[in-house]
């Protein structure tokens, strides 16, 4: 059924996007997985923001020096932080400000940044744009804890611990995004599968510096829960 579904699901999700351009409508909330820069945590606070009403209530900022990502950036553009979708609220000289649901801190790693912290960042990609990943929504679905990571040659293994639920969207050989990169599945067990990091990649992004025990955000391919909620 995955196999028959798959070409039909991809080749509407691509003629939807395709009507957007054409139609000048762009919206750009879709990713790549191919990770531009490593941002730093400049701040991390929790303050009263002021609401739509003009009530208070408290909320989570979250402030990132970068370089690239400040290019085409605008208010309310959206900036994949280690793979989390978020709205860019400020921005001052190299300075981008998000707001932090409470939905956000749950279901992510970033509620436990501190400043100096290293972050995974992309711009969102445009509709005509080449996409050398896979399709990354930039909702993360939960977060999986780095159990081992060994090396095989130039090439760097990690080990990941996944709740249940989401361990039947992982297959072998299949998209999957950690930390907001686009990654290629290699093993797969009861709760817990591996992915490899080839040399450039190590370079590039946050991974290979987390230790054992820390925690990845992780959104399985969206297209594996479409197909079963079209069952």
Request: hydrophobic residues 40%; contains cysteine.
């Amino acid at each position: 059924l995955l196999l028959f579904l798959l070409p039909f699901t991809t080749l509407a999700f691509l003629l939807h996007n395709k009507l957007k351009y054409n139609n000048k409508n762009i919206k750009n909330d879709m990713f790549s997985g191919i990770v531009e820069e490593i941002g730093i945590v400049s701040n991390f606070e929790k303050k009263e923001l002021q609401l739509w009403d003009g009530s208070l209530a408290n909320g989570v900022e979250l402030t990132v020096q970068c370089n690239e990502c400040l290019k085409d950036a605008y208010l309310g553009c959206s900036i994949s932080v280690n793979g989390v979708c978020l709205t860019a609220t400020k921005i001052n000289n190299n300075l981008i400000t998000f707001g932090l649901a409470p939905e956000t801190l749950r279901r992510t790693n970033l509620g436990l940044v501190n400043i100096g912290n290293q972050l995974n960042l992309e711009r969102a990609m445009k509709a005509d744009g080449r996409n050398s990943g896979h399709f990354v929504q930039g909702h993360v679905d939960c977060t999986g804890k780095i159990i081992d990571k060994w090396n095989e040659g130039d090439s760097l293994w990690i080990k990941v611990s996944v709740p249940d639920d989401y361990i039947k969207y992982i297959v072998p050989k299949g998209f999957i995004s950690i930390d907001g990169t686009s990654l290629t599945i290699c093993d797969v067990e009861k709760d817990w599968f591996t992915f490899m990091l080839i040399e450039h990649t190590q370079k590039h992004v946050i991974i290979p510096n987390k230790q054992i025990g820390e925690l990845v955000n992780i959104e399985v391919d969206v297209i594996a829960k479409m197909v079963e909620t079209d069952r």
